[in-house]
């Protein structure tokens, strides 16, 4: 068994898939230590300690201001701090969630584990997303946006082929690629380990009233402009209530969105900010089907499967998600709803009719959805690929 310290960039407070890979690591006998960066120093506690897992948040001296320069001194700082105590607590597997703290993990395989004493110290690298397409953000056509995403790809690439491990978190799976095979064009063998939910111990009801949700990340203005207009070309009587969930860079711009809108479409709206896994549930129960057509310019929607996509599945709600696409392929070979082209509100208002029509008390008992992947499997996956690193 080994000692291992997990890198994450934000504050985990938890970040989902960080917390279900250390427990998993946990479970299988590793000591697991998580390095978060607090960066806009909002947390209270600096060091916890729960469920066998140990949490440093690292804080800048003050709040980091929300800019790519800001950004990019507080991520020194972090990495400058991580080192030090990565020096002093010796560990042997240093695993970096996403491409922003692979620098330190680099430095501990190359240079840092020989200079702390440590024979043989691993670098992983667990690769959330495709961390380049971030920078395309807000402005896709950007020209210099599109040189910083080249020049984070060519990082990538570095960061991908020097990793003892390469996590990564979708493959190919009907007519689409996932990520992991952008990797293994670069001529890496990454370890695929989808973020996948917990089993749910219950599948509540559908609700009484026929209601679209969204619960995850509120990022992506577009999306939500995109479900206004679908809602505006229905019936009043044939449109949902929303109910929608979460934090995000967007949140505040939507809720002001939709409370505008709301009054005159007649519907029902609800809109509550961040939430834990405990209350996810009762957010479930609160919907008939969950919207996840996103824009696809950013150049990742396409070979990604979200999250909420997958506790939808599990929680037995069908979902409405981007055609022509991975999930798409996913949502249609296993009955899961319905897909769409990004962008259309004519289809997504027809969508939005057939799911009132078939996701509702009064249409009658639903046919069992075809599971999809679940955490226990994908952990187990993880373990097996530690115990080929660690031998």
């Not at 995109?226 to 939507?254: F, N, T």
């Amino acid at each position: 068994m080994a000692r291992v310290a997990m890198i994450v960039s934000n504050r985990y407070d938890p970040d989902p898939r960080v917390e279900k890979e250390a427990r998993s690591l946990a479970s299988g006998g590793h000591e697991v230590t998580i390095y978060a960066f607090d960066r806009f120093c909002e947390m209270e506690q600096a060091q916890e300690e729960r469920d066998g897992l140990r949490i440093e948040r690292i804080q800048p001296p003050i709040p980091m201001p929300r800019n790519m320069v800001g950004t990019r001194l507080g991520l020194l700082h972090f990495s400058r701090e991580v080192r030090d105590r990565l020096t002093r607590s010796r560990p042997l597997v240093v695993h970096c969630h996403d491409q922003d703290t692979c620098a330190i993990g680099l430095w501990w395989k190359t240079r840092g584990a020989a200079r702390a004493g440590v024979v043989g110290g691993r670098f992983v690298f667990d690769a959330h997303d495709l961390y380049w397409t971030w920078a395309l953000l807000p402005n896709p056509n950007a020209r210099w946006r599109a040189a910083l995403a080249f020049t984070l790809r060519l990082a990538d690439k570095r960061y991908a082929r020097a990793a003892d491990l390469l996590i990564t978190v979708t493959e190919a799976c009907g007519g689409h690629a996932g990520t992991a095979e952008i990797y293994r064009e670069w001529g890496c063998d990454p370890v695929v380990i989808w973020n996948a939910p917990n089993p749910p111990s219950t599948v509540p009801q559908l609700p009484e009233r026929f209601c679209v949700g969204y619960v995850g990340n509120v990022r992506e203005p577009a999306m939500f402009r995109d479900l206004l207009q679908a809602l505006r070309l229905m019936r009043h009587e044939e449109r949902p209530a929303v109910r929608i969930a979460g934090l995000g860079r967007s949140a505040d711009e939507v809720r002001r969105m939709f409370e505008t809108e709301a009054p005159s479409l007649g519907i029902k709206l609800q809109i509550t900010g961040g939430f834990s896994v405990t209350e996810l549930p009762n957010l479930m129960a609160d919907c008939s089907v969950q919207y996840c057509v996103y824009p696809t310019q950013r150049g990742n929607i396409d070979r990604a499967m979200p999250v909420k996509l997958l506790e939808s599945i599990a929680y037995g709600r069908r979902v409405i998600g981007n055609a022509d696409t991975l999930m798409g392929d996913a949502i249609a070979a296993n009955a899961w709803g319905w897909v769409v082209p990004e962008g259309d509100p004519s289809a997504l208002a027809s969508a939005l009719r057939q799911a009132r029509a078939t996701c509702t008390n009064e249409a009658g008992a639903l046919p069992a959805l075809c599971p999809p992947p679940l955490w226990p499997e994908q952990g187990r996956r993880l373990l097996v690929a530690y115990d080929r690193l660690l031998s």
